[in-house]
């Protein structure tokens, strides 16, 4: 493929649309109430945009690029759009803990807690729980756990995508 059309435009954009649209999910579940216990559709509404927006990205990358599309291509496209999205949330989040809900950490240790006392824990091993709980609290951890589940999350799917859209020009004679 000699003319290959460059995927950082792609991948910028539709990873703004995937940051932006789990954005507006996140705030459309804090509006409602539902942040610190959501049902389990938000988790199948989280992956339809997740999943959605890979695809989406990788297609329109295919139809520029003259139909063509090598796996590695649309991993790339795919796990690229994944990080952009991530970054997103990523920045989101740390605004939605700091500033707009700055308790919602104890909130859902809150919940954590009540839930392993309703499962037999003793006060002992709930608080052994938090204790170990908290060395995962960092901001930089956190970001970079989101980071790496989402480029992770989206190797998965644009690897899957891409085995299935790609063709070459050898294919087509």
Same mark, same amino acid.
């Given at each position: ?99 707009? #809900? ?20 003793? #006060? ?45 020009? #050898?294919?087509?004679?």
């Amino acid at each position: 493929m000699e003319n290959q059309v460059n995927s950082k435009g792609f991948i910028v954009n539709n990873g703004v649309i995937l940051g932006v649209a789990s954005v507006i999910f996140a705030l459309v579940l804090y509006a409602t109430g539902n942040h610190l216990k959501p049902h389990w559709s938000a988790s199948v509404i989280n992956a339809i945009i997740f999943i959605g927006t890979i695809i989406y990205g990788i297609k329109q990358y295919k139809a520029a690029n003259n139909g063509f599309l090598s796996w590695g291509q649309g991993v790339k496209v795919g796990v690229g759009v994944a990080i952009v999205g991530g970054l997103i949330l990523v920045i989101y989040n740390y605004l939605f803990t700091n500033f707009i #809900e700055p308790d919602f950490m104890q909130q859902m240790m809150d919940i954590q807690n009540q839930a392993f006392l309703d499962q037999g824990m003793s #006060e002992e091993q709930v608080e052994a729980a938090n204790q170990m709980g908290k060395a995962f609290q960092g901001p930089f951890l956190l970001a970079a756990l989101g980071i790496i589940s989402y480029a992770i999350g989206g190797f998965v799917v644009a690897a899957i995508a891409a085995a299935i859209m790609k063709k070459s020009e #050898e294919e087509t004679y």
